[in-house]
T-cell receptor, first 111, second 118 residues
Framework: GQSLEQPSEVTAVEGAIVQINCTYQ??????LSWYQQHDGGAPTFLSY??LDGLEETGRFSSFLSRSDSYGYLLLQELQMKDSASYFC????????????WGAGTKLIIKP | DAGVIQSPRHEVTEMGQEVTLRCKLI?????LFWYRQTMMRGLELLIY????????DSGMPEDRFSAKMPNASFSTLKIQPSEPRDSAVYFC????????????????FGPGTRLTVL
């Protein structure tokens, strides 16, 4: 069956670095996407990993280890506007190659 | 591009009434997804279309829900009759899926319709 785990909430300080972990269990894993959603807003795409390793996009980086069924999103130089929910969403054969959505991680940033 | 457009943005209706939510895809996109989001259940995929054809509707809660794509750029999600438990934010998202597939297709979400059924 499928499973997806992320911490429900993470708190960090403005200017710091935070890592949001994601573990998943799927059949026929294809890739892992990350989306950001601000309160009252819509999910927006952040990054995608199909291969092992780190993908960097500005202050945000995403990592994938296919053998460990594990990924993380790294946010650097945190800003107050980064306060949002972050979703890891694996894509797999057993989800008909559609994204699997979990409950997400609420990131709270304190000044 | 204007992005994915949804209407209405807010809908308040009474139990038993018919509700129609509308979505306009980003020009050139060929896949359309309807999602529902609540605090209790998170983000749920209801149905998705590729090239106007429904591919997977296993997430549609029950026969009260129906979705259509009358043309390549427009979709509707209808709830008839509506019930209080249908209260949620409904998102549509579109993406471009190249022929033959391969790789994830970034989904672009609309602003959502907040539905309240009294």
């Amino acid at each position: 069956g499928q499973s997806l785990e992320q911490p429900s909430e993470v708190t960090a300080v403005e200017g710091a670095i935070v890592q949001i972990n994601c573990t998943y269990q799927t059949s026929g894993f294809y890739g892992l996407s990350w989306y950001q959603q601000h309160d009252g807003g819509a999910p927006t795409f952040l990054s995608y990993n199909a291969l092992d390793g780190l993908e960097e996009t500005g202050r945000f980086s995403s990592f994938l280890s296919r053998s460990d069924s594990y990924g993380y999103l790294l946010l650097q130089e945190l800003q107050m506007k980064d306060s949002a929910s972050y979703f890891c969403a694996p894509e797999a054969m057993d989800s008909n190659y559609q994204l699997i959505w979990g409950a997400g991680t609420k990131l709270i940033i304190k000044p | 591009d204007a992005g994915v457009i949804q209407s209405p943005r807010h809908e308040v209706t009474e139990m038993g009434q018919e509700v129609t939510l509308r979505c306009k895809l980003i020009s050139g996109h060929n896949s359309l997804f309807w999602y529902r989001q609540t605090m209790m259940r998170g983000l749920e995929l209801l149905i998705y279309f590729n090239n106007n054809v429904p591919i997977d509707d296993s997430g549609m809660p029950e026969d009260r829900f129906s979705a259509k794509m009358p043309n390549a750029s427009f979709s509707t999600l209808k709830i008839q009759p509506s019930e209080p438990r249908d209260s949620a934010v409904y998102f549509c998202a579109s993406s471009f899926s190249p022929p033959g597939g391969g790789g994830v297709d970034t989904q672009y979400f609309g602003p959502g319709t907040r539905l309240t059924v009294l």
